[in-house]
């Protein structure tokens, strides 16, 4: 939270060198890749000053993937909603009205996850399982640095490519439905995708300068 609300304010916080030369200082930009598993990433880019600037991601999706167990013909259904402050140090000083060039950066992230697939489910009362249906909710907190490169076409249409390493740790609420369950249950597996732990994050964007 304060990793958040600090990132926050520097996004908005009077420029330390003075303002740039034109007023085309904020940068909208979309993900164009996280259309593809039906979730809507939107970034909304400030110049700070001729080095930093600050950025706030959103996103918001409910797609539906296969990951982790090949059994499963349906899959796992998700919700993904969640906010990432990002500040940004640009390498090349340039007295430009865009933030552009190869930069590095660092971002904090929240996300609430949901998840609802069906599963076979252990009962110590049962010597054998039985299908059931899992959902789960997480509350989703990251950390992490990318270097990336952002480049404009005509001065107002950007592009961007980044990479960088990950780390998030989850706290998770699973409810199991089934026929006779009474809360001593346990679901077989654990299918999807993982919210613990280190992971590359890659990803590209494309926005308009005003």
Known sequence: MLCML??????????LHGQPTSSTTHLLKINPLSLFISTLNVKLERRLNTRFS??????????????????MPNGVQYF??????????????NRVAQPKGLFVGTYCRYSLVK????????????????????????????????IGYQLFFKDRI????????QYSSSATKQKLLCTGCNGDEHAVGRPGLKFDGIEPRAGLAIGYAF
């Open 115 to 146: 998840e609802r697939y069906r599963t076979m489910v252990a009962d110590p009362d049962r010597a054998m399982p039985t299908e059931g249906i899992a959902f789960l909710r997480r509350h989703v907190a990251s950390l992490g640095f990318l």
């Open 54 to 71: 600050g950025q706030l991601g959103l996103h918001i999706g409910s797609p539906r993937l296969q990951v982790g167990d090949d059994t």
């Open 6 to 15: 600090g990132l926050l304010w520097a996004m908005w916080m009077p420029s």
């Open 80 to 93: 993904f909603a969640g906010i990432t402050p990002e500040l940004r140090f640009y390498v090349s000083f």
């Open 158 to 165: 950007g592009l961007e490519i980044y990479v960088g390493p």
